[in-house]
C-alpha cells in the first residue's frame, strides 16, 4: 500500500514523478504529493484525493527540480488530509513512507519531549522528526538515516530528501523497493510497474538494504553500513502496459480479456506433447514426500484456495488445510517438517501473505509462490513459482488475475492425482479437455453482459443487502461472487453454504433480499434448488444461474424468480465459468449505482500492510 517514485536527474523531474504515481495508484488513491529540491531547497505540493488534483495543483504551480519524490497514499494513520499527504517536510528535509511504523507512538513521545513540534497525525512524521534529531547532534544525512533505522520499528520502504544536498536516499524493510538505473539519472520505486516507462534496468534492495542515489551513481548499503553490490536485472517494460483499450473501464478490459489470459495460462502448465499437466522445472516434491498441502492467501485469492481444496481433495486424494494469512501467521499451525505451503497471490505483495510464506520457510515447509508478478517479494521468497499469465491487473476487484488462479490450481490438482495415482492418464485427459473448451465457453458468456447488466439494474442495485449461496466448489465462489459486489457497489453482501442457511441466515430473508443461489446442474443441485426453494417461500427474490439441464428442473417460475441459463459445466470448470457472472452482476450494479468501479472507496490494489 502506498506507492513511492523517487528520481535524481539532470533534467526536470516533477511531471514524470507525477506519471510514475499514476500508474502506482493501484496501490492507494487517498492522497497523494510531490517534493523536489531547487537551488538546495525542498518544495512540495500536495493534494487530498486521486492523483489528478495533484495534477491540477503541479500545473498551477509547478516544481523545476531535477531530484524529487512523490507519494501517493492509502491511509493508515491519519485522515486521507492534504496535511497528512506525502511528502511530509520540515525545511530540513523531506520523506515518502510506505508501510507502518509500529513505534511511532513512543518515538513522537521521546521527541516531543525534546522540543520536536509534530504537524500531522501520520506515523511517518515520527521518521522526519527521528532523522532531524539526528542532523542536529550533527550527522550526515548517510549517518542520521542509518542511525534513524536502527530506531524504527515495523515495514517500511523510505525515499527522503535533504535541504542543500544534491541526493536522495531510500531504505527497505519489509516493504518492497527498487532502484531504477538511467542514463544519467536514478529511480526509486515501489515496483517495477512504476518505473516502467524510465528504464528496464532493475536492482531489487533485500531486506533492511538502504541507498544513496545520485544522478550518475548508486551505493547500496545493507543494515549494518557495509557497501554492498545488488545485481541488476532487465525487464521487459512491455510486461507492464497499462490502457483501457477502448472498455468504460480496466474492470470491464479485464473481465473481457479472460478468454485469452486463461487459455494462456493453461497451456504454460500443458506439456505440449501429451497434453498431460506439466510443471516440471518447479522443483516440486513428490507427493509421496509431504503429507499435507498448507494452502494460505488473502481476499479473493483465499477463495481460489478454498476452491482448490475441494480439486486437490477430490482429485488427488490428498490433505488439504486453507488459511487466511492473516490468521495463519499468529495462529501458531503445527507445521511438519517437509510439508508444502502454497501461497496465492495475485500482486505477490501481500503483507499478511508474505509474511505467512516467511513464517512457513523458517519452520521448514516447501514454499510455493503462485503469483502473477514474476518480479514480486513472494516470488523472489519462494522456494518454487508458478506463474499465472493474466498480465497486469489494474482494477482493484480481482478478476482475469483470479480465474488465472484457479485453472493453474485445477491443472496442479489434475498433476498431483496422476502422482497419487488416484486418477489415470486417460481420466486426466477428459478433465484437460473440458478445461481447453473454458476460454471459448467464456467468451460466449461475454456476449451476454447486457442480461446481466439488465438484472443488475432492475434486482440489485436498490437492495440493501444481498444474499449468495451455493455448494461444493460453489461455495466459495458465494463468498467471491459477494465480496465482488461489495467492494464495488457498496452494498452489503454475504456468500453461505446453501445447507448453512437454515441455521441462522435464513432469518435475514424477507421480500427486500435477493439471493443468488449458484447451482449447476451436478451431484448437489437438487439440494441446492431445495435451499432456492426455502428461501422463495419466505418471500426473497431469487436469480438462479445454472445450466440448460437444471433449468429444465425448475418448474415454480414466478415473478419472484430470474433463472439464468449458463453452459453445462464440469467440477473443473464450474467455478471457473460462474466466476463470469459474478463479476458482471458486481460490475455493473456498481456502474448503475456510479460507484467508483475502479478505483473503490477505502481500498488499495497491493495491501502492503498488515
Ligand atoms: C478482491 C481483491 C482482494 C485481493 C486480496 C489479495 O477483489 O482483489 O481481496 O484478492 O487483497 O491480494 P493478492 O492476491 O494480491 O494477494
Known sequence: MCGIIGITSTKPVTQRIVDGLKRLEYRGYDSAGVATLESGHINTRRSAGKIANLQSVVDAHPLHGHIGIGHIRWATHGAPTENNAHPISN??????????????????????????VFHSQTDTESIVHLITDHLDHGSSPKEALHKALNQLEGAFAIGVLFEGHDLLLGARRGSPLVIGVGEEEMFLGSDALGLAPYTDRLIYLEEGDWVILKSNSYQIYD????????PIVHIPTDNFQIAKDGFAHFMLKEIHEQPSVIGQSLSN???????????????????NAFDTINIVACGTSHYAAMVAKYWLEGLAHLRVNVDMASEFRYRKPTLISNDICLFISQSGETADTLAALKHAKAHGQFCIALVNVATSSMAREADAVILTDAGVEVGVASTKAFTC????????????????KASSPEQVTVHVEALTHVPTLMGQLLTQTETYSQIARKWLMGAKDILYIGRGTLFPMALEGALKLKELSYIHAEGFPAGELKHGPIALIDQDLPVIVLAPHDHLFDKTLSNAFEVLARGARVILLTDTIGAKKITQINDHIIVITLIETTDLTAPLLYALPLQLLAYYTALHKGTDVDQPRNLAKSVTVE
Open 269 to 287: 502448465v500443458l506439456d505440449p506433447c501429451s497434453r498431460l499437466p506439466s510443471f516440471e522445472g518447479l522443483n516440486f516434491p513428490q507427493v
Open 405 to 420: 488462479q484457479l485453472i493453474v490450481l485445477a491443472t496442479l490438482s489434475l498433476a498431483l492425482s496422476l502422482q497419487t
Open 91 to 116: 525545511g530540513k528535509l523531506s520523506i515518502v513512507h510506505n508501510g507502518i511504523i509500529e513505534n511511532f507512538a513512543q518515538l513522537r513521545e521521546q521527541l516531543t519531549a525534546k522540543g520536536h
Open 223 to 230: 543494515h549494518n553500513a557495509a557497501p554492498i553490490t545488488r
